[in-house]
């Protein structure tokens, strides 16, 4: 079972978009995956409400909710196929929830928009990530996504330079696209659109998906079966 956690504490960033692209992804590969929205704005499961039903399956659960009655283990429960769960995290975490909702990830992606005032987030979001939740460069575990990004521009670069320092790879740069609004609109991801638009941003979309596989590394995966 892999889980993958969106992240960052800045609203806006494009958690939802990537959390919900990746539940595409991995539908269509028939992972059967499960996408957990820790959210209260609900974003991710109205996203999943909205698929219609002759698309591949995506399990959805709104872990903000708290219906009496219901146990939290009950609530949290995968159905036997899901191969990977999916994380959509709120805007504005403080430690201990970052703490929580990155326990026993595999992967924690961080998706950080080439403006100054996000760079500085993103930053003081990784501190935490490797203090606090005390994942170590080493593990490989972060990995940054360049979002909405035009590359000639300065911003872009200052962020290049800043996750060069802290040693964080940036797994994809994505570009500012029209095909993830439309894809949000229809309970979709950019990997289900047929479109030429739609491709070129697939595209941008393989060297993420690639460090994805390489995950969990074989040496957390030893150490999770030790
Ligand atoms: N690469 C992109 N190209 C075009 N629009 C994008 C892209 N990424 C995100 N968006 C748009 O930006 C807006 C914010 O994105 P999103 O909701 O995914 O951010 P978020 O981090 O989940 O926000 P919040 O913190 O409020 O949960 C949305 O309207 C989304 O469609
Ligand atoms: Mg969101």
Redo the contacts with the bound molecule.
Sequence with gaps: MQKIVVL?PK???????IATNLASFYSLRQQHPTLMDF?A?G?SIRWVQMRAETRPRIHGIAVYEHRPGVTRSFQLRLPAQCQCVIVDT??ALDSNRLQEMTRDADAVIV?VLPSDIDIHAASRCISELLRVAKMHRSENRIGVIA??VQRRKRTYQSLIRFLDKLSIPIIAT????QS??YA?ECGLGIHELDSARARADVEQWQSLTSWLDAHPAPALRAAAQA
């Design positions: 960052n609203g806006g960033s494009g958690k939802t978009t959210d704005q974003s709120p805007a998706p979002n909405r994505l570009r500012d696209s993830y609004l949000s």
